[in-house]
C-alpha cells in the first residue's frame, strides 16, 4: 500500500493546477497545497478517495484565501495580472484543451469577475470535469446550489470566452517571428505581425515602470519598441521564448540573467492582438532572481542617448 506522502506527491500536480486556477498566484498555489498536506498527513482516519479529499481541502483552502485576495486587488496600482505561469504541471491528454485555454491570461482575467464560489465550481467542473457530486463537497454546498453556480459561471465566462488562433503551431510559428524580429531590432517586421487595434499592457503593481492603462494601436504600439527594442539589445538584454499561461510569450531577461518582465501574446487571424506583460517583481520571484526594472530603464535610456 503507498504512504501518504506518495499519494500526495501523486496528486500534487493536480492539487496545485486547482489551486493556481482559482487563485491566479504561483505562490500561494503552493502555500495552499502546502498547507493541503499538513492536514492530511495529520486526518486520523484514510479517506476512501484520496483525490477527491485532497481536491475538496485544497479547493476550500483557496476559497478562502481568494476572499482575502480581492480585498487587496481592489486596491491594487494600476491592471492586475496573474503571477505568470511557465510550466503547468498536470496534464490530462483528455482534457488538454481545456487545460491550456483555461490557464490562459485572458480565462484568469475573466474568471476574476466570478465570485469565489462561482470560480471554483468552474474550475472543478468546466476545467477539470468533475462530477456535481464532487463538486459539491469540494465547496460545501448541495448539488442543487451548484449547478446554479456553475450556470451562472458558464454564463459569465461566455460573454467574454476569449478567442484564440485555433491551430496551436501557427500560433507558435507566429510568435517565432515576432520575437526573433524583437531580437534584431526589425521594426518593420514587429509592426507587421500586429493586429491593427493591438493593446499593450503591463502590470507594474505601482512597483516598476509602467505604460497607464496600456498602448492601443500598431502604431503606438511600434512607437514604444522602436524606443525599446535597440538600448534593450545594447545593455545586453535578452529575449527567451517561452510560452506563458499556456500561450505563446518570453522571459525577458538583463545580461546577468535576472528576469525584467515576463510577455504573453494572444494571437488570432495571424495577428498578435494583445501583449500583457508582467514587471511587478513580487510576481516574478519563483522564476528566480529579479531584475532591478528602474535600473534597467535608466541603463537602456543612458545606451539611447547616443543615437537621440
Partial sequence: MSTRSEEFEELRPLLFSIAYR????????????????????????????????????????????????RVRREEYVGPWFPEPLLTDPYQDPARSAELADSVSMAALLLLERLSPLERAVFVLREVFGFDFPEVASAVGRSEAACRQLAVRARRHMATGRPRFEADRRERQRLAERFFDAFRDGDLDGLRELLAADVHLVADGGGKTPQWGTGIIGADNVTRLFAALVPPFARIGGVVEP?????????????????VVNTWALD????????????????????MGPVADAWAVLREANEARRPTD
Fill in 242 to 258: 517561452h510560452e506563458v499561461n499556456g500561450q505563446p510569450g518570453a522571459i525577458f531577461r538583463d545580461r546577468d540573467g535576472k
Fill in 267 to 286: 494571437i488570432l487571424d495571424g495577428r498578435v492582438q494583445t501583449i500583457r506583460t508582467v514587471i511587478n517583481p513580487d510576481k516574478l520571484g519563483h
Fill in 22 to 69: 482559482i487563485l491566479g498566484s504561483v505562490s500561494e498555489a503552493e502555500d495552499a497545497v502546502q498547507e493541503t498536506w499538513l492536514r492530511f498527513s495529520v486526518s486520523p482516519t484514510r479517506p476512501t478517495s484520496v483525490k477527491a479529499f485532497l481536491s475538496a481541502v485544497v479547493t476550500r483552502i483557496s476559497i478562502n484565501v481568494l476572499r482575502s485576495a
